[in-house]
C-alpha cells in the first residue's frame, strides 16, 4: 500500500542532521504500517516500542533524558541492539508516555544524526509539546490517488497522475471515485476492499461494513479515554451529530454546524467549543469557515469561530454512520447528494495541506470553498455533485468580489485545457487545484 507521505520521510533521512520525525494523526490511519513496514525498510534494522502495548517501557524514560542512556535502557528493556548509525527507533503511541515526548528535545539538541520517529493518535491533546525541536507531519485516510494506488490499475494510475481529460479516462476514474465514497480512505477497509474483489459483492460490501462499524465503536471508546477535562459524552454527541447534520442539506451546499438539539440543555457555541476543539485535535472532525461579505486574503482574520462547518474525516465512515448502502452510492441518482462530494473536496484538500478550510456567504449564494494562491488572490470553489453545472452561486461571486480565476468543480469530464479563467474540472481532481491558480 503505497503511501505518499513516504517520501517526506525519505528526505528526511537523507539529511545530515535532522530533527525526531513525529507523525500525528487519526487512530488506524496507518501510522505504524508507514514506519514500520514502509519506511523501516530502508534501514538495516528498525527497534519499535509501542507504549499503549506494553506500558513497561515507559521505564526507558524513567531517569536521565539523555540519548544514549534512553537507548541503553532501551536494549536492556527489550533485549535488542540498536545501532544509532544505521537503524531507526519508532516509538509508537508516544503520547502515553509524557517523558518519551519530551526526550525527543534531547534528542533533537544533543544527537540530531540520529534516526528516531514518533507517531501518536492523541498528540493533539498533549499537555506538553517539544515545539520547534520535531518535524512534524499528518498521515490522513488514503487520499483517492493512494486509493488508486492500491487498486494496482496501472493505466488508470497514470491516466489519473497525467490529468488525462477523455471520455474512457472520466468513465473509469469516476466509477473509482464512488467506490472510494463508500470504502473511504482507512487502510483496513481499503486493503479488504481490494483483497477480496474476487468474492461476491454482497460478501465484499459486508466486510467493509463491519470494519466501518469497528472503528467507529473504538473512536466512540476513546472519547471516555481520552477526553480529560472535557465531557466525552458531549465529544460523542458532536462526533454523531456531524453526519446527521450534513445529510439535512440534498442538493445544496452544507450549512453551518447546527448546536440545538444535540444534547440536552446546550444550544450555544461557547457549550460545545470544547468538544469541536477536541474532534479537530485528534484530527477526526475538519473545519470549515464561513467568510461573509467581500472575501479578502487572509482569511483567517475573517473567521467566526462560532460559525464553523463540520466534516467527519473519512467519507466512507461518514456513509457508514448514515448507513448509506453501496448499491445507493453507485445509482445514478446519488450524484445529489452534494454533502458526499463536499466531505471528500475538504478530505483532500486537508490532506494537500490546506486546514482549516473557507467558504463564502452571501445572502442565499453559496461558495463551498475559498483558497488563496501565493499572491494572495482568493480563488472560489464550486462543487456540483453531479453532472448539473449550473452555478448561481459562482456567478453571484463573480458579480461581487471579482476574483481573477475561478473553479468549479463538478461529476463531468470538466472543459477544455484552453480554458484558463473559469475552470471546470472533475471532481476527482481535486489535490491538482494548487497547480492550476
Not at 472510494?180 to 461494513?209: C, H, Q
Not at 445509482?331 to 452534494?338: A, D, I, L, R, V
Not at 462530494?341 to 478530505?347: C, D, G, L, R, Y
Not at 463564502?360 to 463551498?368: F, K, L, T
Amino acid at each position: 500500500m503505497k503511501r505518499v507521505l513516504l517520501e517526506k520521510l525519505i528526505a528526511w533521512k537523507e539529511q545530515k542532521a535532522r530533527k525526531p520525525l513525529l507523525i500525528d494523526g487519526a487512530r488506524q490511519t496507518g501510522k505504524t504500517f508507514l514506519l514500520q513496514e514502509l519506511f523501516g525498510q530502508t534501514f538495516q534494522n528498525r527497534l519499535r516500542l509501542d507504549f499503549l502495548e506494553n506500558p513497561t517501557l515507559k521505564e526507558a524514560f524513567d531517569g536521565s533524558l539523555s540519548p544514549d542512556d534512553i537507548l541503553m535502557n532501551i536494549e536492556l528493556l527489550t533485549g535488542q541492539t540498536f545501532n544509532p548509525k544505521t537503524d531507526l527507533l519508532i516509538l509508537d503511541e508516544i503520547g502515553e508516555c509524557e517523558r518519551a515526548v519530551t526526550s525527543l528535545k534531547y534528542f533533537a539538541e544533543q544527537t540530531p544524526t540520529y534516526y528516531v520517529a514518533a507517531s501518536g493518535s492523541n498528540i493533539g491533546l498533549l499537555n506538553s509539546f517539544p515545539v520547534g525541536k520535531v518535524e512534524q507531519h499528518y498521515l490522513r485516510p488514503l487520499t483517492f490517488l493512494e486509493f488508486l494506488h492500491a487498486s494496482q490499475e496501472q493505466a488508470l494510475i497514470k491516466a489519473f497522475e497525467n490529468q488525462v481529460n477523455t471520455a474512457a479516462a472520466h468513465s473509469k476514474l469516476f466509477d473509482k471515485l464512488t467506490d472510494y465514497y463508500f470504502t473511504g480512505g482507512m487502510p483496513e477497509a481499503v486493503a479488504s476492499w481490494f483483497d477480496n474483489k474476487d468474492i461476491s459483492i454482497l460478501e465484499r460490501v459486508g466486510k467493509i461494513t463491519q470494519i466501518h462499524a469497528n472503528l467507529v465503536e473504538g473512536y466512540r471508546r476513546d472519547f471516555g479515554k481520552y477526553a480529560g477535562k472535557v465531557d466525552a459524552q458531549l465529544i460523542e454527541s458532536v462526533f454523531n451529530s456531524i453526519p446527521s447534520q450534513l445529510s439535512a442539506l440534498m442538493d445544496e451546499s452544507v450549512k453551518r454546524f447546527k448546536f440545538k438539539n444535540v444534547f440536552e440543555r446546550k444550544s450555544r457555541y461557547a457549550d460545545f467549543e470544547s468538544a469541536i476543539h477536541w474532534l479537530s485535535r485528534c484530527r477526526l472532525a475538519l473545519a470549515n469557515y464561513p467568510i461573509e461579505g467581500q472575501a479578502k486574503s487572509p482569511l483567517a482574520a475573517y473567521k467566526k469561530d462560532n460559525l464553523v462547518k463540520l466534516f467527519l474525516f473519512d467519507v466512507g465512515l461518514l456513509n457508514h454512520m448514515l448507513s448509506t448502502n453501496y448499491k445507493e452510492i453507485k445509482q445514478q441518482g446519488y450524484e445529489y447528494k452534494g454533502y458526499i462530494a463536499e466531505n471528500f473536496v475538504q478530505q483532500e484538500l486537508t490532506a494537500i495541506g490546506i486546514d482549516p478550510s473557507y467558504s463564502w456567504n452571501d445572502a442565499r449564494a453559496e461558495i463551498e470553498f475559498l483558497l488563496t494562491n501565493e499572491e494572495g488572490n482568493v480563488i472560489p470553489v464550486e462543487v456540483k455533485s453531479g453532472k448539473r453545472t449550473r452555478a448561481k452561486s459562482l456567478q453571484s461571486y463573480i458579480t461581487k468580489c471579482a476574483p481573477e480565476k475561478t473553479f468549479k468543480l463538478t461529476g463531468t469530464q470538466g472543459s477544455s485545457e484552453l480554458e484558463q479563467t473559469h475552470i471546470v474540472m472533475p471532481l476527482y481532481y481535486v489535490q491538482f487545484l494548487p497547480e492550476k491558480w
